[in-house]
């Protein structure tokens, strides 16, 4: 009933930036809060960033100041601005979103790796 795609990863050298966009759809109005998780090689998949209605955001320490998590009023696209990237930010994202649908409410996307070269 909601269909998240990611997309916006690629490879960038250490320093820059990267946008990623999640691409929503299905009942958007159902959605009431959304964010980003990442998995890197031989790690736990770990919450980066969460955006929730109202516009509160929370976000895990190692990308505090780095990150910023943002949507449209429509929840149709949610997307996370990563600047000043490490090696160590090297993941697979993915989108999650979190909804009221009584018989499913959580909902993830696909992925998309980010490579950040030294």
């Known amino acids: 009933q909601v269909q998240l795609v990611e997309s916006g990863g690629g490879l960038v050298q250490a320093g820059g930036s990267l946008r990623l966009s999640c691409r929503v759809s299905g009942i958007i109005g159902s959605i009431y809060a959304a964010g980003w998780y990442r998995q890197a090689p031989g790690k736990q998949r770990e919450l980066v960033a969460r955006?929730?209605?109202?516009?509160?955001?929370n976000y895990a320490d190692v990308v505090k100041g780095r990150f910023t998590i943002s949507r449209d009023d429509g929840w149709n696209t949610v997307y996370l601005q990563m600047n000043s990237l490490k090696f160590e930010d090297t993941a697979v994202y993915y989108c999650?979103?979190?909804?009221?649908?009584?018989?499913?409410?959580?909902?993830w996307g696909q992925g998309t790796q980010v490579t950040v070269s030294s």
């Open positions: 999650k979103a979190w909804t009221v649908i009584t018989t499913k409410s959580e909902y």
């Open positions: 955006v929730a209605s109202g516009g509160s955001t």
